[in-house]
Nanobody
């Protein structure tokens, strides 16, 4: 189970920090990702981080967003700075994990980020 939080309404130029906690019978987590889906658009990958700490970002957020993880807490974070109205979307966390039932991909419920101009 993934529980995302931290979304809200912020003015352009502001910051938000998203969190996503994985719980349940988790043996290990490989990739942890943040995706987003804006109204009328397809879901897109925003950032990812491997269990070794290697990160990758979409070009539109590079230099403004930072993904990090706390392996002891099975938590992934997304620090979002210099937010723009075009960052408005529902943000979803996604993990590739090994659990009691084997390896699988799990999605969080989404948290809404609204950036006003």
């Amino acid at each position: 189970q993934l529980q995302a939080s931290g979304g809200g309404l912020v003015q352009a130029g502001g910051s938000l920090r998203l969190s996503c906690v994985a719980s349940g019978s988790i043996f290990s987590i490989n990739y942890m990702n943040w995706y987003r889906q804006a109204p009328g658009k397809q879901r897109e990958l925003v950032a990812e981080i491997t269990n070794g700490g290697t990160t990758n970002y979409a070009g539109s957020v590079k230099g403004r967003f930072t993904i990090s993880r706390d392996n002891a807490r099975n938590t992934v974070y997304l620090q979002m700075n210099s937010l723009k109205p075009e960052d408005t979307a529902v943000y979803y966390c996604r993990v590739l994990a090994v659990t009691g039932t084997g390896m699988g991909i799990y999605w969080g419920q989404g948290t809404l980020v609204t950036v006003s101009s």
